[in-house]
């Protein structure tokens, strides 16, 4: 079992930044992936970013590359994700998840195992 929480979500207007943090606790981790997703009012939930936890790997979506970084602190089982230049389309609640099964980064929702309640992040124009 794994357990994830959110936290850092806020209001922010277009142009500044917030720091999500994910905190993760349970199993002993090994061939994890984690993730970051999101999902706007009325809309499907999307991937924004994902890292492997043992070689640190990344990936990113096309809507969030060069704005947004995603890493991890190893022996505090913390994950972060470093948002930048926000727009007002990043609104949404975004969420924390991991994929247990393998080291390969997936970017369907379906493929992660546990997820966390979310933190909602609000871009005013």
């Known amino acids: 079992q794994v357990q994830l929480e959110e936290s850092g979500g806020g209001l922010v207007q277009a142009g500044g930044s917030l720091r999500l943090s994910c905190a993760a606790s349970g199993r002993t981790f090994s061939s994890v992936i984690l993730g970051w997703f999101r999902q706007a009012p009325g809309k499907e939930r999307e991937f924004v970013a994902a890292?492997?936890?043992?070689?640190?790997?990344?990936y990113y979506a096309d809507s969030v590359k060069g704005r947004f970084t995603i890493a991890r602190e190893y022996a505090k089982k913390m994950m972060y994700l470093q948002m930048n230049s926000l727009k007002p389309e990043d609104t949404a609640a975004y969420y924390c998840?991991?994929?247990?099964?393998?080291?390969?980064?997936?970017?369907?929702?379906?493929?992660?195992?546990?997820w966390g309640q979310g933190t909602q992040v609000t871009v005013s124009s």
């Open positions: 890292i492997s936890w043992t070689g640190g790997t990344t």
């Open positions: 998840a991991a994929d247990l099964k393998t080291n390969r980064i997936a970017t369907m929702s379906d493929e992660y195992d546990y």
